[in-house]
C-alpha cells in the first residue's frame, strides 16, 4: 500500500500497520462507503448502527475494528448471525484479515457436531460466531459463558428477527456484560431494531448508506406475468438466453427440490440449498456453486443473505417473496462489489399487489417483459395487468430496459 496515501484507501481510517498489511495482501484497495464511515467509528469504541444493503462489505466493517480494540482489551468479542452459512463466511473473513496475527475464532451454529466446537471454545477464542438458536443452548447447557464479551455484533439483525429469533437474542442481551462494545448492522430498520438500539446500546453513531430498502444500483429489474404452469418453460428458455452463473428463488423447500430436479432434466447442473438439507450438503452446494460445478443453484429464502459469491449473472424470483423485504436481499445476490448483474422475477396474474409492494419498497418500476413463445405452451396468452405509474414501459425479449434509478423506501 503507498505511503502517499490519500483518504480514498484504507490508510486513512484509523488501522493499525498489522492490519492495513493483512487488508493490502487480500487486494482491497478502496474501502466501501459502510467501511469508510463505520472503522473509524468502531475503532474508537462507540456503539453503532449501521443500516447498509447486502453485498456492502459489512463484514470488514465491523471486522477489522473488532480484530484492532481486541488487541488492546482482554476478553472476546462476540457476532450474531441468522444463518449457519452467513457464520461461516464471516468467519472465513475474518480470518483472512485475522489469522496473520494469531487470530482464534469458534464458530458454533446448527446442524454440526457439538464436539468439534466444545474444542474451539476450550481454545479460548478472541471472537465467538453464532447462530443465536445454537449459542443458547451453549448457554442453557453451561458449556459457554459470556461474561467476557467486550464487544458485540449484530449483523443481518432484521433477518434474524423475521427468522423468529428475539427471544434468544433477548436471552443473550441478559447475560453479556452491561459495559461492552455493541455494533448492530442491518439492511433494513423495523421498529424492533430501534427498540433493540433503545434498551441495549449506548448513545449509538447512526450510518445509513442507503435508504432502508434500497436495492443494489447496478441492478437491472425486470417481471414476467405468466401463468404458474409455464414458470418452468420460461425458465428454460431464460437458461439458454444466459450463459453466467444463475441463482434461483423459490418460496418453499419442497419447490426448489422439485425444481432441481426439473432443471437437471434440462441438461444443466443444479444444486439446492434450504432447510432440509443437512449442513454439509448445503456447503457442498454452495461451495460447487462457487466453484463452477454447479451452474444453478436453487435456494429458498434462508439462502437470501447466506451467498456471497462474485460473478452472479442472474438472480430469478421464480417464486415471489413471502416476504417482500426479502425481496432487496434475494437481488443483492447479484452485482456485488460494482458489478452490474439482473433480476428476473415470475409473477402470476394474481400477484399484482405484490409486484406493487416491491415496487414501493425500492422506489423503482419493475420492467415488465413480453412472454416468449414457449413449448408446450397451450393455454391462452392473457394481458399483462396494469400496474401504478413507477412501471417502466415493457421490452422486447433479451434487451435491457432502460430503468428509472430511485432510492428506496417503504417497509413492509
Known sequence: MSANHTLSDFSGLGIAPGLLNAIARLKFTEPTPIQRRSIPVAIEGKDLIAIAQTGTGKTLAF??????RLAQLKGCGLVLLPTRELALQVDESLMAVGRSMGLRTAVLIGGAPEGPQRRALEKNPRIIIATPGRLVDFLENKLLSLAHVQIL???EADRMLDMGFAPQINKIL???????????FSATIPTTIMSIARQHMKLPISIEIAPSGTAAENVTQEVFFIEKEAKS???EIL???FRGPVLVFTRTKHGAHKLTGRVRQMGHAAAEIHSDRSLGQRREALEGFKAGKYRLLIATDIASRGIDVAGIELVINYDLPSNTEDYVH???RTARAGLSGRAISFATFDQRNDVRDIERLVRTGLAIRQVPALPFDKAPRRP??????VQTPSQPFGRSPRRPTGKRGRRR
Open 384 to 389: 399483462v395487468p396494469p400496474l401504478h405509474p
Open 174 to 184: 441478559r447475560v453479556v456484560p452491561r459495559e461492552r462494545q455493541t455494533m448492530l
Open 330 to 332: 434475494r437481488i443483492g
Open 233 to 235: 418453460h420460461l425458465l
Open 153 to 155: 455484533v449484530l449483523d
Open 239 to 241: 437458461l439458454k438466453d
Open 63 to 68: 471486522g477489522v475494528p473488532m480484530i484492532q
